[in-house]
């Protein structure tokens, strides 16, 4: 239990108040907080994690339910925890799935641990420049889980469901009074002036104070950031929320969430989404251009009897040939332009989501599709993670850095301005 103490109090968290409320009565008087109330006595060792929703095929259901941590010790049985590794692992294997076309993360928590957090949610973002990755809200995604929600292409809130909370919070408990009732005094032998902060033992001082205050509000700044980058909000509007909580309806009219539906509804939305796209995919415009092209150079064919039989009395006749002729190639020619620039525009932003920007001209001066494009990339990718560890720490410059707002390329920027000429 020390371990699950320090993992409390002393540390900055990202949790909805109310919640670690609860955590406390529930762990409180175990880790000697004896004035907080107990909750209920209840059966905590046969807890059960609610199953993955059943899903439409190639939408894999990523479960976010429950507090998050960044390593959960083997206590999720018992506790309802859910590690951020855990969740890293299952987009993993969805991304790396052939069979599956997109991600869905059905979210339920409310927040947790910082550390580890942002990491996170930086990857959902690289992931979905791979992948497409909505999320909903069912019933809440606050603080952590916040977090995470919001770097989704789509996130989605149900009637009754609420998003927000973005701040940060960090208690000390200051168990001196209890420790001299029972008889304790404890002295701390140190070397280093603040080797000694945070002790339960002893009263926090100024000092400590005012340097965990500062590791709160450097969260707070890389939360807010990363809100604004993944949501296209103004910065000073997300802070104005104040770290209050929006339910239904309110959370898109602050920009939190993109619409109200059910996990069910956004499942169904979702698939015919993926339909249309992997339709295109399968049958792109060019195909059907080639078809057209081929149609036009061979207009004439041998008519036979049976022929004649499905043809009208008085079949229409074009009066001006030419003239439909060339309107129709400088459509064509008009259509073939946008979808190139488009494409273009796309693999920029998947280069800069996956963070290898540079090599965006590369792969159009190779004609690349944006399918091939996610292709190498993801293989790329596998064989780096192959090669080295993956880094779990929080930098300073966390959440501030140009891969989450491909608005800020250059290479995406000159691409849209290109678009924007033609």
Not at 133 to 150: E, P, T
Request: glycine share 6%; charged share 20%.
């Amino acid at each position: 239990m020390t371990y699950l103490a320090s993992r409390l109090f002393g540390t900055p968290l990202l949790i909805h108040r109310p919640k670690l409320d609860v955590i406390l009565s529930v762990v409180g008087q175990r880790i000697g907080m004896t004035d907080v109330p107990a909750m209920p006595s209840m059966d905590m060792a046969v807890y059960q994690r609610p199953p993955a929703a059943s899903a439409p095929e190639g939408i894999a259901v990523v479960p976010i339910h429950g507090s998050l941590v960044k390593r959960s010790l083997g206590m999720e049985a018992a506790s309802g925890l859910t590690s951020y590794g855990e969740i890293a692992t299952l987009l993993d294997e969805a991304l790396a799935d052939p069979q599956v076309s997109g991600i869905l993360l059905d979210i339920d928590s409310p927040g947790g641990e910082a550390s580890g957090s942002f990491e996170l949610a930086r990857r959902v973002r690289e992931v979905a420049g791979l992948k497409p990755v909505w999320a909903v809200a069912n019933d809440a995604a606050y603080s952590a889980a916040y977090a995470i929600a919001a770097s989704a292409q789509r996130l989605f809130v149900t009637e009754t469901g609420g998003v927000g909370s973005i701040g940060v919070i960090a208690l000390h408990v200051d168990q001196s009074v209890k420790d001299a009732k029972d008889g304790y005094r404890f002295t701390a032998v140190t070397a280093g002036a603040h080797k000694n902060d945070y002790s339960p033992h002893e009263p926090l001082s100024d000092a400590a104070k005012t340097e965990l205050q500062g590791e709160v509000d450097r969260l707070y700044a890389i939360f807010t950031d990363h809100v604004a980058a993944m949501r296209g909000l103004d910065l000073q509007a997300v802070r104005a929320t104040e770290a209050g909580l929006y339910f239904g309806a309110n959370a898109v009219s602050q920009g939190l969430a993109d619409g109200i539906q059910t996990l069910e509804a956004t499942l169904a939305e979702f698939h015919s989404f993926l339909n249309a796209k992997n339709s295109a995919l399968i049958h792109p415009p060019s195909q059907v251009r080639g078809v057209i092209r081929a149609e036009a150079a061979h207009p004439k064919k041998e008519i036979t009897m049976s022929d004649t039989e499905h043809l009208p009395e008085n079949p229409p006749i074009d009066e001006n040939p030419d003239e439909v002729a060339a309107e129709q190639v400088a459509q064509l020619v008009a259509e073939a332009k946008r979808e190139v620039m488009q494409s273009a525009q796309a693999i920029a932003e998947v280069c800069l989501l996956a963070g290898c920007p540079d090599r965006a001209a590369e792969f159009i001066a190779a004609g690349k599709s944006q399918t091939e494009v996610r292709r190498v990339l993801i293989d790329a990718r596998a064989a780096k993670s192959d090669a080295a560890d993956i880094r779990s720490t929080i930098t300073v410059d966390a959440g501030t850095q140009s891969l989450d707002r491909p608005e800020a390329s250059p290479i995406v920027a000159a691409v849209k301005k290109l678009t924007a000429k033609e």
